[in-house]
């Protein structure tokens, strides 16, 4: 059988509602941090923190404090897809850094402005 289908490039991710509740689930608090500080948290993060490929940290997580990082310069909805992309993270923690951008962008199409608003709560 081909894999002759209209949804050959649509990436497998998380729907809302699981994102959800892996962070219900995980009991994190989500908090902002000036860029510069949440960089210092980066660096002084343990290896199995979520760091990400670009330098330019927009979020961490941080599995000891309990704490999702986010860094507070950036646009409300720039917020919201960082804790969208750390949200993916926590989903499944094995999952590659390229496929985690995918997911976050896929994610952030399906959004509902419920959701968006819920979510935009959160990182307020
Ligand atoms: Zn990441």
Known sequence: MTNNTNHMNTIQHPTFGQLKRAFLESGFEIRRFPRQELE????????HSKRHADSNI?????PDEGVIGITAELSADDQVETLVHELI???DEELPEDSVED??????????????????????
Do not use: C, K
């Open 40 to 47: 210092g948290l980066a660096l002084d993060a343990p290896e």
């Open 58 to 62: 927009m979020g961490l997580i941080m």
């Open 89 to 91: 993270h926590l989903y």
């Open 103 to 124: 997911m976050t962008e896929e994610v952030m199409l399906t959004l509902t402005p419920a959701q968006h608003g819920f979510l935009r709560f959160l990182v307020s």
